[in-house]
């Protein structure tokens, strides 16, 4: 009788692979637009917040152990309800851009740092080691969007292809864009690299078998 084969467990790595997907996902979008506007910009920003908020919401479920879960769905909330703010067509200007992608990075960015460094001994030092870099990368870029003047715009000619201007707005979604790219290659290769036991974990492990074979002499 043939052995039955376990159902595959949905794991942290499964977490990060998700997250880079809908990362990337966004950051192709804005790449490869020839309008940098505020409704593609937001367009992008909402899709990815929603998508990735979903994702903490079911890793609460599927992947949290008990005690972890309140802040997988804090965590999933800034996501999901601005990205669906950011979705509305009616607000899709170049100061609701600016506003909505910095309240959500300040916010998002400052739970996920928290959450790295309170939760490291929970999570392990590679997740805790990669929320606390894209916590921190979140902050950054609400901070760098802080530096750009929205009503920002400068005309400039380049010869043979015309006459340019560069906007506010432009260089926002770009900076977005840039966000999107990093986080969506990061944690692609921390999805891909293979686990690696805690060391804590791991020196608790040497000294239960220490003393196995000392029990056996």
Known sequence: MPTPVAPARVTARHVQLARALFAAVAALMITF???HS???GLAA???FGIATGLVFA???WLVARPGERGSWVLLSAPYIVIGMI???PLLRTDASFFVLVIVFALLAGLIELLQGLRLRERLGRGLSRDAIFVGALTIVLGLALL???VGYSLEYVIEEAGRFTL???TIGVGIFGGYAAIVAVYLAIAGFSPEQKDVA???AEDGALAAAQEDRS
């Open 33 to 35: 637009s020839p309008d």
């Open 38 to 40: 505020a409704e593609v």
């Open 45 to 47: 920003f909402g899709g």
């Open 58 to 60: 079911l890793a609460a």
């Open 86 to 88: 950011g979705s509305l």
């Open 147 to 149: 530096l750009v003047p």
């Open 167 to 169: 906007t506010g707005i």
């Open 201 to 203: 974990a791991g020196d």
